[in-house]
């Protein structure tokens, strides 16, 4: 704790007794098994600047290549290499990751929780990330690196042009580290919806907080696309699966469509958590509330969606008609309207305030001019001629870096600086700092600027030299010594960050004037966060009460203290804040690690085409992932049935709509959007593709079909009913029906297996038989994991870990039915009812 | 039912998604049914604008304008009586229900002016 806060007997009791229940273990299984946000947030942190730094080290590799022409300092196949690589660490491992460690440490401490609502998941999401990155940065070392770009278009990256790992590393890795965006997508979502300090109800949230909400329901959304493309890439160069493959059936394109259908969002999910920073600091900074707390939001929730609707602005030179193209041409001019709020309700809050140039405005200065202009140039490449024209030049470099560095960079370097004196409990050094920025902002301008020039003059991306004959000479060398000089005030910024923890001034309690819920806690803050858990009734809770502090380290607010040995957080209603339920946490534990570690054995043994092993690993992480399970609701280390529980309010397991359902219908979501990107592809191939070939008679047995789907619309109506009894505390004969529910869905997947063997598919010769063989192992994976899940519920009724006291798990299970028994049936009739009745065949 | 009267009322937060998500299904259904439809019953090139399909898309956008208006003055409406959590949400949701109109009129302009398939 920093020198100022002198903390009373009362609050040191209570910080012992919390600290006991909350606190990290120490040693190498505390390394291995701490689940709690803020290490893991910082974990997060950290790890993404060593990617930053890697992603950093290629750029300069790349701008050393391109100082002067006819270079040879890189080969071609290295600097293909290079170059995928900075966009790929850049983007998936640094940009995404950094800022979901931001918000997994700073979200918590903003609603008034203790910790995010899963906290394991927030740790298997870590390892994932780790491994993740590892895995893909380790094909660089190899020197058998994507080369494809960061985007790995079809056919480059298929089989025939890329016959070596690179792509395989690329598919597989990206793949890994999006499990981990996921997880912190659900979760951060359920946390910001579920958990937020009494009486916070939406309209006094945080706007941090409705940014990250926003992000994490776009990776929520926007990823599973590309998790798909990657899924059916892979599957066409290991096995032959023709998805992209013109003579086959396959159409290159789909590969395009399903990466923009997340790579357009992606930037958004970039830029929102950045903005969010920026509407954080503002207001602070200019010492008033932010003028249009409504209109913000309203920006928000339409980038949010708008931004799913502009994916073929990058596609504009692929052959699309000239009509379509005007939609998203004028959708992706539309979608710089909630970005022009934004920035005006800035502006505006500045100038009604009272503003002070300190460190984190500097960035955010800087960020307001370099993002202005990079929004700017986005609404030019919206524009269909003009974006024929540059189209593929260093122009489309210079706007993606204007609208990334500026959207992104500098408002997290803002953050930075401005929540370092939380983290650590001392200032950074303004001298230092201040140098950094102006290396960073002029060395970034001197590249990028000049880069708009090089590109209009032709300069096309991703060649490794030019002819002096061209006239790009002098642009790129001065694009270079920017570059340069940009890396210098990083390193500037690292210093600063490095020395500020020894050489730093003391902070003073909210340094900067804060207020907002973070700036009243203990710095560095605890790894409970809250002592006693504060009421909200205001939007600027430290400004309205700004003892606040001192009155939660006391105790003096809800639920003080752990004697009960359970980590507990409030669980409140989404749109009120009223308190519903106290929500208990699980602990520390090895599991997250150990399922993380079982994907990495997934992942290598995918690359290395050791596919028993990658079962196997399969297999481990399966059972690891349901004993992790195992350890809830009324388990004796979860909170087992007792006296010294709560009653008013109850703890979630005794309720019927606990966290853990909103964290279900969240995943849901994410597989949602998976099975209708899916859908896509096969509508996509059927209706666009040139050599699809449609069988006359679809292939699979349409009365094996329906009685699979009876046998789990039985099994689903059946398991709703013991829900609905069990919520009115009838529990008799539990055990049994959900035992017959589980044999059921036994019986729907093993119709439906005997329905592929019957089909006699042919995956490796057409689309049409590949995309229909995912279609049915999509639909075998869930039945098959509904079939198990409702089956342990049967066993953990039998041990009375489930019943009308504990009847929160089976309503959960319950959704993942439902939502089998939606698919299905919406596949079935896809894949297997409207080819018959459209006659489709030849 | 209940569950559906309740979201549907203009103070509740599924308010907030609603314009933005029938924009979404707008657009999806007009890129969609255009792809759809070029691909399986194309007009004759001279035919200019004046096609079917143009037709067909513009009367979707017109009854999506239609629906996106009168939800914004129905929240405008309820925005104006309510106060606290309810108010913030019927006037934003009524905003977003505005913007969303005014994206399907911007994105389906060009409908009038060009030709559906080339």
């Known amino acids: 704790m920093s020198e100022t806060m002198r903390p009373s007997p009362e609050a040191e009791r209570l910080h012992r007794e919390m600290e006991a229940?909350?606190?990290?273990?120490?040693?190498?299984?505390?390394?291995?098994?701490?689940?709690?946000?803020?290490?893991?947030?910082?974990?997060?942190?950290?790890?993404?600047?060593?990617?930053?730094?890697?992603?950093?080290?290629?750029?300069?590799?790349?701008?050393?290549?391109?100082?002067?022409?006819?270079?040879?300092?890189?080969?071609?196949?290295?600097?293909?290499?290079?170059?995928?690589?900075?966009?790929?660490?850049?983007?998936?491992?640094?940009?995404?990751?950094?800022?979901?460690?931001?918000?997994?440490?700073?979200?918590?401490?903003?609603?008034?929780?203790?910790?995010?609502?899963?906290?394991?998941?927030?740790?298997?999401?870590?390892?994932?990330?780790?491994?993740?990155?590892?895995?893909?940065?380790?094909?660089?070392?190899?020197?058998?690196?994507?080369?494809?770009?960061?985007?790995?278009?079809?056919?480059?990256?298929?089989?025939?042009?890329?016959?070596?790992?690179?792509?395989?590393?690329?598919?597989?890795?990206?793949?890994?580290?999006?499990?981990?965006?996921?997880?912190?997508?659900?979760?951060?979502?359920?946390?910001?919806?579920?958990?937020?300090?009494?009486?916070?109800?939406?309209?006094?949230?945080?706007?941090?907080?409705?940014?990250?909400?926003?992000?994490?329901?776009?990776?929520?959304v926007g990823f599973p696309p590309l998790i798909l493309g990657s899924v059916l890439l892979e599957l066409e160069r290991a096995a032959g699966m023709p998805f992209f493959t013109v003579a086959g059936g396959g159409d290159p394109i789909l590969w395009q469509h399903l990466f923009w259908l997340f790579g357009h969002p992606e930037v958004y999910i970039i830029f929102l958590p950045a903005a969010g920073i920026v509407s954080t600091l503002i207001p602070v900074f200019a010492g008033r509330p932010i003028v249009g707390y409504g209109w913000v939001v309203a920006a928000i929730l339409i980038t949010g969606f708008i931004s799913f609707g502009l994916w073929v602005h990058h596609m504009f030179t692929v052959g699309i008609p000239q009509l379509a193209q005007a939609f998203f041409s004028a959708a992706s001019m539309l979608v710089a309207v909630p970005t022009a709020i934004q920035v005006f309700v800035w502006l505006a809050t500045l100038w009604l305030g009272k503003p002070r140039m300190s460190l984190p405005m500097l960035w955010v200065s800087g960020f307001l001019v370099i993002f202005v202009c990079g929004g700017l140039t986005g609404v030019m490449l919206a524009l269909v001629p003009f974006n024929w024209q540059v189209h593929d030049t260093h122009f489309v470099v210079a706007h993606l870096h204007y609208v990334l560095v500026g959207g992104m960079f500098f408002p997290l370097l803002a953050g930075v600086t401005y929540w370092l004196p939380l983290v650590t409990g001392r200032m950074p050094s303004e001298r230092l700092g201040r140098l950094g920025f102006w290396l960073t902002f002029l060395g970034f301008n001197l590249t990028f600027l000049i880069m708009h020039w090089t590109g209009l003059l032709g300069m096309p991306r991703r060649v490794y030299t030019y002819d002096s004959a061209m006239g790009w000479d002098l642009y790129n060398l001065i694009s270079s010594i920017g570059g340069f000089m940009m890396a210098a005030g990083v390193a500037v910024v690292l210093v600063d960050l490095l020395l500020h923890g020894r050489y730093g001034r003391s902070a003073p309690r909210n340094p900067w004037g804060a207020d907002t819920l973070e700036w009243s806690l203990a710095m560095p803050p605890a790894s409970y966060n809250f002592a006693s858990l504060p009421r909200v009734e205001g939007r600027h809770p430290l400004w309205e009460t700004p003892t606040l502090g001192d009155e939660i380290a006391r105790g003096e607010h809800a639920r003080p203290g752990a004697a009960h040995g359970r980590r507990e957080l409030l669980g409140s209603e989404a749109l009120t804040g009223r308190v519903r339920e106290v929500i208990h946490l699980p602990g520390?534990?090895?599991?997250?690690?150990?399922?993380?570690?079982?994907?990495?054995?997934?992942?290598?043994?995918?690359?290395?085409?050791?596919?028993?092993?990658?079962?196997?690993?399969?297999?481990?992480?399966?059972?690891?992932?349901?004993?992790?399970?195992?350890?809830?609701?009324?388990?004796?280390?979860?909170?087992?049935?007792?006296?010294?529980?709560?009653?008013?309010?109850?703890?979630?397991?005794?309720?019927?709509?606990?966290?853990?359902?909103?964290?279900?219908?969240?995943?849901?979501?994410?597989?949602?959007?998976?099975?209708?990107?899916?859908?896509?592809g096969w509508f996509y191939l059927w209706t666009v593709s040139p050599e699809w070939q449609m069988p006359s008679r679809s292939p699979l047995s349409l009365p094996l079909l329906l009685a699979s789907g009876a046998a789990l619309t039985l099994g689903t109506l059946w398991l709703e009913r013991r829900v609905a009894a069990l919520k009115r505390g009838r529990e008799a004969g539990l055990a049994l029906a959900l035992s017959a529910i589980a044999a059921l869905g036994g019986l729907h997947v093993a119709l439906l297996v005997m329905a592929l063997l019957g089909a006699g598919l042919a995956p490796t010769a057409t689309a049409h038989d590949a995309t229909l063989l995912v279609g049915l192992a999509y639909l075998l994976g869930h039945g098959g994991l509904a079939a198990v899940l409702a089956a342990l519920q049967a066993w953990r009724a039998g041990l009375g870990l489930v019943g009308a006291r504990l009847p929160f798990e089976p309503g959960v299970v319950a959704l993942l039915w439902r939502y089998q028994l939606g698919v299905y049936w919406i596949l079935a009739a896809a894949m297997a009812l409207l080819p018959r009745l459209t006659g489709a065949g030849p | 039912m209940t569950v559906l009267r309740r979201w549907w009322a203009p103070s509740h937060p599924a308010q907030l998604l609603l314009g933005l998500t029938l924009w979404s299904l707008w657009f999806v259904v007009l890129y969609g049914g255009l792809s759809v439809a070029c691909a399986l019953a194309p007009p004759r090139p001279g035919q200019g604008a004046f096609t079917a399909i143009n037709g067909g898309l513009a009367l979707l956008t017109l009854a999506t304008l239609a629906l996106l208006g009168w939800l914004a003055w129905r929240g405008l409406r309820a925005g104006g009586v309510s106060v606290g959590g309810s108010r913030f949400i019927a006037l934003t949701g009524a905003g977003l229900h505005l913007f969303s109109a005014a994206g399907v009129a911007f994105v389906g302009l060009p409908i009038v002016t060009l030709p559906p398939c080339l």
């Open chain 1, 588 to 680: 520390n534990s090895l599991l997250p690690l150990y399922a993380a570690l079982c994907l990495a054995v997934v992942c290598v043994s995918l690359l290395a085409r050791l596919y028993p092993l990658a079962l196997l690993g399969l297999a481990g992480a399966g059972v690891l992932l349901l004993r992790w399970s195992w350890e809830n609701g009324g388990h004796r280390r979860a909170a087992p049935l007792g006296h010294d529980e709560p009653e008013a309010p109850p703890l979630h397991s005794r309720t019927a709509d606990g966290p853990g359902r909103w964290t279900m219908g969240v995943a849901l979501l994410a597989d949602g959007a998976f099975f209708l990107s899916l859908l896509f």
């Open chain 1, 21 to 220: 229940v909350w606190g990290n273990p120490r040693g190498w299984r505390g390394l291995f098994s701490v689940v709690n946000h803020s290490t893991l947030g910082l974990r997060f942190m950290a790890t993404g600047l060593v990617f930053f730094l890697l992603g950093g080290v290629l750029a300069m590799l790349v701008r050393t290549q391109l100082a002067l022409p006819d270079q040879a300092f890189m080969s071609p196949e290295i600097y293909a290499q290079v170059t995928t690589m900075h966009g790929t660490v850049m983007m998936f491992l640094f940009a995404i990751p950094m800022l979901e460690g931001l918000a997994i440490y700073l979200i918590p401490k903003m609603i008034g929780a203790r910790d995010l609502v899963c906290p394991r998941l927030t740790a298997f999401g870590y390892w994932c990330y780790l491994f993740g990155g590892i895995i893909l940065f380790a094909s660089l070392l190899l020197e058998m690196a994507p080369d494809s770009g960061w985007f790995m278009y079809t056919p480059l990256s298929s089989g025939e042009f890329s016959p070596g790992r690179g792509s395989d590393f690329w598919l597989l890795g990206i793949t890994f580290v999006e499990i981990s965006a996921l997880s912190a997508g659900v979760e951060l979502t359920v946390s910001i919806l579920r958990t937020r300090a009494p009486g916070m109800a939406l309209h006094r949230m945080p706007l941090f907080a409705w940014y990250i909400l926003a992000m994490a329901l776009m990776i929520v």
